[in-house]
T-cell receptor
Framework: AQKITQTQPGMFVQEKEAVTLDCTYDTSDQSYGLFWYKQPSSGEMIFLIYQGSYDEQNATEGRYSLNFQKARKSANLVISASQLGDSAMYFCAMREGPDSGNTGKLIFGQGTTLQVKP | GAVVSQHPSRVICKSGTSVKIECRSLDFQATTMFWYRQFPKQSLMLMATSNEGSKATYEQGVEKDKFLINHASLTLSTLTVTSAHPEDSSFYIC????????????FGDGTRLSIL
């Protein structure tokens, strides 16, 4: 069975510093997708970044980058130049199977609460 | 970008009441919609997967008769919590995906349900 693990319940980072949020996964499938979502205290889920299992380069989206280490089954999120507005809960999620022809079902990790200090 | 609208955002009602939550895709056709439940400080728990025109697929442990899901069109899915009790109080959030493969799930803003 697939599984997503986020081992950091809470993290602190100083404003303007970079921070890494850890995520490891377990799957027997060769084709899968990894996602990071941000959930502020208001509750909405904001999509941040996506990495496909066959993507050779690490995904980047603005200040977000995904450190994908396939052999170690890790997909850590790196946030550069932290801002106060980055304070939120962050979820790593995995979709097993190829992009096409699957249900799109996501399995979420436990989440990491990030607090950015001024 | 794609937008998913969820309504209402907050519901407070008496025990025994049935509550309907709507999830709409505003600018794309949602072939599949998902319903999640989230307790405070916890992760999202998938309740069911809903495909347009067919019966929803419920996750293990989720009561079908308690949480009725209807996906009547490519832009609307509803979750009805029947005869709600205080233990049903939670944050319910929907998401949707469309025809375009490889796209992430787009989430609604969620509904905070409080049963008195």
């Amino acid at each position: 069975a697939q599984k997503i693990t986020q081992t950091q319940p809470g993290m602190f980072v100083q404003e303007k510093e970079a921070v890494t949020l850890d995520c490891t996964y377990d799957t027997s499938d060769q084709s899968y997708g990894l996602f990071w979502y941000k959930q502020p205290s208001s509750g909405e889920m904001i999509f941040l970044i996506y990495q496909g299992s066959y993507d050779e380069q690490n995904a980047t989206e603005g200040r977000y980058s995904l450190n994908f280490q396939k052999a170690r089954k890790s997909a850590n999120l790196v946030i550069s130049a932290s801002q106060l507005g980055d304070s939120a809960m962050y979820f790593c999620a995995m979709r097993e199977g190829p992009d096409s022809g699957n249900t799109g079902k996501l399995i979420f990790g436990q989440g990491t609460t990030l607090q950015v200090k001024p | 970008g794609a937008v998913v609208s969820q309504h209402p955002s907050r519901v407070i009602c008496k025990s025994g009441t049935s509550v309907k939550i709507e999830c709409r895709s505003l600018d794309f056709q949602a072939t599949t919609m998902f319903w999640y439940r989230q307790f405070p400080k916890q992760s999202l728990m998938l309740m069911a997967t809903s495909n347009e025109g067919s019966k929803a697929t419920y996750e293990q442990g989720v009561e079908k008769d308690k949480f009725l899901i209807n996906h009547a069109s490519l832009t609307l899915s509803t979750l009805t919590v029947t005869s709600a009790h205080p233990e049903d109080s939670s944050f319910y959030i929907c998401s949707a995906i469309g025809w375009v493969t490889g796209q992430p799930q787009h989430f609604g803003d969620g509904t905070r349900l409080s049963i008195l």
